[in-house]
């Protein structure tokens, strides 16, 4: 990398993070040589021709074919070199190989939901296997998102109805960062996950058990984790405020009114009901607007939440 990429750019970890980095680079070469060109002539202009006494006349100047045809062939090379140089790395950079690992996206205020072609799903993290071409195939279940993965050079809109996808292969196993890029309401800057490229084993952990440290962690600390990874945390406040959906303060074996009119202790049964069924059982002076996280969250993590939940006095 050279000066300029170190100083604005975030490491290259996919394959065609340098194809694209060297174009980028190109034209804010172009820019800045061309801003100095113009500007410098400018200032001198201003100088050289500065109107000196009240006799000053400018000389008058129809055209000079010479420098006309300069300044407009110059350029005319430089920007069908950007565009067949810019076509070539696009192309490279939004078609998948064939032989891609495929992963289903989906985003939804403010979480993003992988599933793999196994059937496994997790939530905010993805973990995909190095050393193969992998696919994310993107879609929201509400308002345009963005998936965007810095290192990776990767960037796509993410639209309800609509399917788009991008692709990478990463150059290292490694963590990497997802960002939303696209504001999509209040917790868009909170939108994030992490992208986990896998050696073989630890991917094949990943799909049997979950991640690796789950297994030592306490229940209570698991949920807390959850609730801050699963998108909990935007609706469900920790101090007794009242968020879009109930505080979990103090919860735990209180009594619920609901909508409809009936209530119930919260109680084990009654938390895994509404984190698999929300909309069965509606609190009063509240909305329905939870998402199912049926199939979403493993079993450790249910019982890891009801673990935090109770914990919450
Ligand atoms: Cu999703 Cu911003």
Redesign the pocket.
């Known amino acids: 990398m050279n000066f300029l990429e170190r100083l604005f750019l975030p490491p290259q970890a996919s394959t065609h993070a340098k194809v694209v980095d060297d174009v980028f680079i190109f034209v804010t070469w172009v820019n800045i040589i061309f801003f100095v060109i113009v500007a410098a002539a400018a200032i001198f202009f201003v100088i050289k021709y500065k109107r000196r006494g009240p006799n000053d006349r400018t000389p008058h100047v129809t055209h000079n074919l010479t420098l006309e045809l300069v300044w407009s062939i110059i350029p005319l090379f430089i920007v069908m070199i950007i565009f067949f140089w810019g076509f070539q790395t696009y192309m490279v950079a939004r078609i998948a190989p064939n032989d891609s690992f495929e992963v289903q996206a989906t985003?939804k205020?403010?979480l993003w939901a992988f599933e793999y072609p196994d059937g496994t799903r997790s939530i905010n993290e993805l973990h995909v296997p190095f050393g193969r071409p992998v696919r994310v195939v993107l879609s929201s279940e509400d308002?345009l998102?963005?998936f965007f993965l810095k290192d990776f050079r990767v960037k796509s809109d993410?639209l309800p109805n609509r399917y788009t996808e991008v692709w990478f292969e990463a150059t290292k196993p490694g963590e990497y960062v997802l960002q939303?890029?696209?504001?999509?309401?209040k917790d868009?800057?909170r939108?994030l996950g992490k992208v986990f490229v896998d050696n073989k084993a630890d991917y094949d952990r990943f799909i049997a058990e979950g991640p690796a440290d789950w297994k030592t962690m306490p229940p209570a600390e698991l949920g807390k984790m959850t609730y801050e990874q699963a998108g909990c945390v935007s609706c469900h406040s920790l101090d007794g405020s009242k968020g879009q959906g109930p505080s979990w303060k103090g919860i735990y074996g209180s009594t619920h009114q609901f909508v409809d009119g009936t209530s119930q202790v919260v109680d084990e049964n009654y938390i895994r009901q509404s984190i698999e069924n929300p909309q069965g059982k509606i609190v009063k002076g509240y909305e329905g607007i939870m998402p199912t996280y049926q199939g979403l969250l493993r079993e450790k993590q249910i019982n890891g939440v009801i673990a935090y939940i109770k914990s919450l006095k």
């Open positions: 985003a205020k403010w308002v998102h963005a993410v939303c890029a696209e504001y999509c309401g868009h800057s939108m």
